[in-house]
Nanobody, 119 residues
Framework: QVQLVESGGGLVQPGGSLRLSCAAS????????MGWFRQAPGKQRELVAR???????TYADSAKGRFTISRDIAKNTVYLEMNSLNPEDTAVYYC?????????????WGQGTRVTVSS
């Protein structure tokens, strides 16, 4: 079973930046779609950004122009660079790895890392 470990969350002032990291326990980027989701208090978990095995990226409207998802294949690590943060970005951010095969499918989650945007 693949393990995902997030890091990089914390407290940041409005307008600030953070970079989240998600380290996978083994090489999976060639077959898995990697994504960042977030869940704010009292709200449903929502997609923030994802990157496919081919390297294509998609973003939620709220993240476009401010967040960037990337990956380092050699380090088995996915990143989420977040700029111009505002209080509405406060949430627990989760890394996700999704595999859809012919015979099986996997949907894996990290433990989450908390991001708080506040002055």
């Amino acid at each position: 079973q693949v393990q995902l470990v997030e890091s990089g969350g914390g407290l940041v002032q409005p307008g600030g930046s953070l970079r989240l990291s998600c380290a996978a326990s083994r090489s999976i980027f060639s077959t898995y779609v990697m994504g960042w989701f977030r869940q704010a208090p009292g709200k449903q978990r929502e997609l923030v950004a994802r990157i496919t095995s081919a390297g294509s990226t998609t973003y939620a409207d709220s993240a476009k122009g401010r967040f960037t998802i990337s990956r380092d294949i050699a380090k088995n690590t996915v990143y989420l660079e977040m700029n111009s943060l505002n209080p509405e970005d406060t949430a627990v951010y989760y890394c996700n790895a999704n595999y859809q095969g012919i015979l099986n499918a996997y949907d894996l989650w990290g433990q989450g890392t908390r991001v708080t945007v506040s002055s």
